[in-house]
């Protein structure tokens, strides 16, 4: 069965610090990954979506970027973080399943 | 591109009663209409689908109908219980977009014991 794995489940950042979050998927190959952003009692904004490995779409400008450098592994990454970006960040397999979320709150 | 609206809200009924949530769609290409249920601090699960080629699906208590010339579906919670309290979003995604999922703005429902 497919499954999702994404972490941390909360993170507490400095402005200006970089930013790492990972999300593996298992039982599944060549899938479709995504990053989303839900602000507090908000919808969900899709920042990220990649079809392969090295592919990589983004949906609105910002301070984040993503990468894809194997077919079960999509990152979301930062340089240097802004209070903005402060949410919840979700990774999502295949339009269908979704991890469990990271808090990230940038101070 | 995509454009879904959901409403209501914010939705409160009784324990026993029925739910029901609304969405609408722009593109006529959208061909995947998943429904998601949100709990505090996680991620959104999928509790039921339906495609273009249907006009119902049912799940025990839970259904969706869909109307594509409308372009509108709904999701009906009958016999609700205090354990169905979440947040609720639609969403529809279409291949011609690149499978890309468009969210509703979701709906908080209240299940009052």
């Known amino acids: 069965s497919q499954t999702i794995h994404q972490w941390p489940a909360t993170l507490v950042q400095p402005v200006g610090s970089p930013l790492s979050l990972e999300c593996t998927v298992e039982?599944?190959?060549?899938?479709?990954l995504y990053w989303y952003r839900q602000a507090a009692g908000r919808g969900l904004q899709l920042l990220f979506y990649?079809?392969?490995?090295?592919?990589i779409s983004s949906e609105v400008p910002q301070n984040l970027s993503a990468s894809r450098p194997q077919d079960r592994q999509f990152i979301l990454s930062s340089k240097k973080l802004l209070l903005s970006d402060s949410g919840f960040y979700l990774c999502?397999?295949?339009?269908?399943?979704f991890g469990q979320g990271t808090r990230l709150t940038v101070v | 591109g995509e454009n879904v609206e959901q409403h209501p809200s914010t939705l409160s009924v009784q324990e026993g009663d029925s739910a029901v949530i609304k969405c609408t769609y722009s593109?006529?290409?959208?061909?995947?209409f998943p429904w998601y249920k949100q709990e505090l601090g996680k991620g959104p699960q999928l509790i039921i689908d339906?495609?273009?080629?249907?006009g119902e699906k049912k799940d025990q208590r839970i259904a969706v109908t869909l109307n594509k010339t409308a372009k509108h579906f709904s999701l009906h919670i009958t016999e609700t219980q205090p354990e169905d309290s979440a947040v609720y979003f639609c969403?529809?995604?279409?291949?011609?977009?690149?499978?890309?999922?468009?969210f509703g703005g979701g709906t908080r429902v209240l299940v009052k014991p």
């Open positions: 969403a529809a995604i279409s291949k011609a977009a690149g499978n890309k999922l468009t």
């Open positions: 999502a397999l295949n339009e269908a399943f």
């Open positions: 593109d006529s290409a959208s061909n995947y």
């Open positions: 339906i495609r273009s080629n249907v």
């Open positions: 039982g599944t190959s060549n899938p479709n």
């Open positions: 990649s079809v392969g490995i090295g592919q």
